[in-house]
């Protein structure tokens, strides 16, 4: 992360180097542990909500320890509405795909006809596949909602 | 006016506690719940779905449907918040 000097000087605390060497340890930590509970969601507790939540919580650590401009910097307003948009298109356009080759709406063991695993399997690939999708509607929303209640709207200063 | 809607909201109340008597006990396993869908879905989970965490299975299979409509909930909860407060100059 490149250190910027110019952090705002009228915060009631005010930049603090214990605060912001601890979020930059952490964080990659953190994301990292969001996409393992994403991943991981066949096999243990978690899934697209539990890990985007966490995903999410990053930018917002990230926006309250620095500001909010500093999260804007790795997540953009672009990025963040593609990857809400995407992420329920994923899920639906899962759906629609199944319907279209031949099974029911969501019915995941439809899509062996596109990728041959077996129709079992497929249910299980379709499940990550879908909770890849809720993973990254919710990440962005998350973000998306702290940015927007806590500037009020105008993206300029958050917490 | 507002007599008539505190008594018929008292009503409404006592009877839908009134009504929790005929509710089978928590964790009953002679409630219809646990006859009939639970058992299906714990002893066929790995059979069919290959997914070892019946609630994931539940989740994203079983019920796909309405974790489909909870994904589009948090995303029209994030529609709302950016039409209503975000700036077009931001």
């Known amino acids: 992360m490149k250190k910027d000097h110019s952090l705002p000087q009228d915060r009631p605390i005010g930049p603090s180097l214990i605060i912001e060497v601890a979020v930059r340890i952490m964080i990659p930590f953190i994301q990292l542990f969001g996409l393992y509970v994403i991943a991981h969601g066949h096999y243990s507790p978690g899934g697209g909500f539990q890990g985007g939540v966490v995903l999410g919580a990053s930018f917002i650590l990230m926006a309250i320890a620095f500001d909010l401009k500093t999260s804007l910097r790795f997540f953009s307003l672009r990025a963040n509405a593609v990857m809400a948009s995407s992420g329920v298109f994923i899920y639906s356009g899962t759906g629609v795909l199944c319907a279209l080759m031949g099974g029911l709406f969501l019915d995941y063991s439809a899509l062996d006809a596109i990728i041959p695993l077996g129709p079992v399997e497929w249910r299980s690939m379709g499940v990550f596949v879908v909770e890849l999708g809720v993973g990254l509607a919710v990440t962005s929303i998350m973000a998306s909602l702290f940015w927007d209640l806590s500037s009020g709207g105008d993206m300029d200063k958050g917490l | ?90």
């Open chain 2, 1 to 90: 006016m507002k007599r008539i809607a505190l008594i018929s909201t008292l009503f409404a109340g006592v009877l839908l506690i009134w009504g929790t008597r005929d509710f089978p006990s928590w964790g009953d396993p002679n409630a219809p719940a646990s006859r009939h869908v639970s058992p299906t879905y714990i002893e066929r989970t790995v059979e069919e779905t290959h997914i070892p965490n019946a609630v994931t299975s539940v989740l994203g299979d079983y019920r796909g449907y309405d974790t489909m409509f909870e994904t589009v909930v948090i995303f029209c909860a994030g529609i709302v918040v950016i039409s209503v407060l975000r700036r077009p100059d931001a």
